[in-house]
């Protein structure tokens, strides 16, 4: 077994604290990562406070993971010791099932995506995330890191990355079109960045006005303020796409108005509550509402590789273990430009 240190929550009401605990001994197919950065995600406070239901503990946090591979099993073929490897949200599928087979694990049709942490393994093991230093993981669900990217500031690009660069891609985003990004937070901040490499003009929605110019650098072509009243109407179906990154419940019906016939807005910020929708909304122009779910390994790659040839990589503030859940307080109110990581030295 390997002996690991890191943090964990041992309830839904006790804050993250230390804990020791172990991972697998690698297998022949495994890869032991010595974990360098590990972003801080949303998610993880959601499910650290069982405020999706779903939460099993101790809990040890953590899916934005960028480390070096100290260790690799006898059928390895992807990695070798001292290599920049990365670990999103997902540890491994069913692997045969049509959505696994297409690529897209995260939605394995037998729902036996395992995911980095709070879930439990085939041989009923919880699984432990980023917050600690090393993971085991098997190499199918590894991805590696371009060299001249800054590992510490390319970890969130494994979820909050692949979360916006994934549907940007499903929906068309390039040369011609005109996408929108509601919020500017962790998600909101690569959805600009991508959308302004992808080649298409990017709009910005906020309700801000101190975020006008953060917008223009990160790669909007406008701004749009969303605090007046009427400030939808002259914007009318102009959009051919809308990105919906915020967590927070928010009336979505001005920004279907906003998209052009037959297209689609599409929640990343997963709200806790219902989305109120009119059916007229939907109705008129032939519209669609959707979702979509971080990325499959093969696109995550895909997306890693894309940041390394246009240099993209999160805006990010380091933290370190002892203020972990004073970030976390800070996520919460949208305190940070835009994602915090831990750096695993100060643990
Ligand atoms: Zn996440
Ligand atoms: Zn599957």
Redesign the pocket.
Known sequence: MVATKGYAVQSATTPAAPFAYEHREPGEKDVLIDIRFC?I????IHQARNEWGNSMYPMVPG??IVGTVARVGSKVKKFKVGDIAAVG?MVDSCRECASCKAGEEQYCDRGETLWTYNGRDKQGNLTFGGYGDHIVVDEAFVVSVPKNLDPAAAAPLL??GI?TYSPLKHWGAGPGKKIGVVGLGGLGHMALKFSHAFGAKTVQFTTSANKVEDAKKLGADEVILTKDPDWHVKHEGTFDFILDCVSAPHDVTPYMALLKRDSTMCTVGIPESPIQLPAFAVAAGRKSFSGSA?GGINETQEMLDFCGEHNIVSDIEMTSFDKVNEAWERVIKGDVKYRFVLDLKTL
């Open positions: 972003g995600c949303h998610s993880d899916h934005e949200c979820c909050a979360t971080i």
